[in-house]
């Protein structure tokens, strides 16, 4: 079985930084895209960034310059570095990716369980 453990949320700020963690762990094969996801209260939940193993970025235009998200593909493991937080930044920000879990199955998308951000002065 597959897990993405998300971590590195908490309070902050306005205008302060959190560097946010994934870790996948489990039966593993290949791992294609990765994302950061997030959702507040009574809004859906919206995409934020996404890497391709290459390493080529897309971001949501409400992130963009602020918001840098990476990974490190030998530890199956993905960063999300948020500046210049804002209060709208506050949700719940979810760990999800693409994975082969054996080289004989079909790749399946796996969520983390999610790790709160809030910015409030």
């Known amino acids: 079985q597959v897990q993405l453990v998300e971590s590195g949320g908490g309070l902050v700020q306005p205008g302060g930084s959190l560097r946010l963690s994934c870790v996948a762990s489990?039966?593993?094969?290949?791992?294609?895209?990765m994302a950061w996801y997030r959702q507040a209260p009574g809004n859906q939940r919206e995409l934020v960034a996404r890497i391709a193993p290459g390493g080529s970025t897309n971001y949501a235009d409400s992130v963009k310059g602020r918001f840098t998200i990476s990974r490190a593909n030998a530890k199956n493991t993905m960063y999300l570095q948020m500046n210049s937080l804002k209060p709208e930044d506050t949700a719940d920000y979810y760990c999800?990716?693409?994975?082969?879990?054996?080289?004989?199955?079909?790749?399946?998308?796996?969520w983390g369980q999610g790790t709160q951000v809030t910015v409030s002065s």
């Open positions: 489990g039966s593993i094969f290949s791992i294609s895209d």
């Open positions: 999800n990716a693409e994975i082969l879990p054996t080289r004989w199955s079909t790749k399946s998308h796996y």
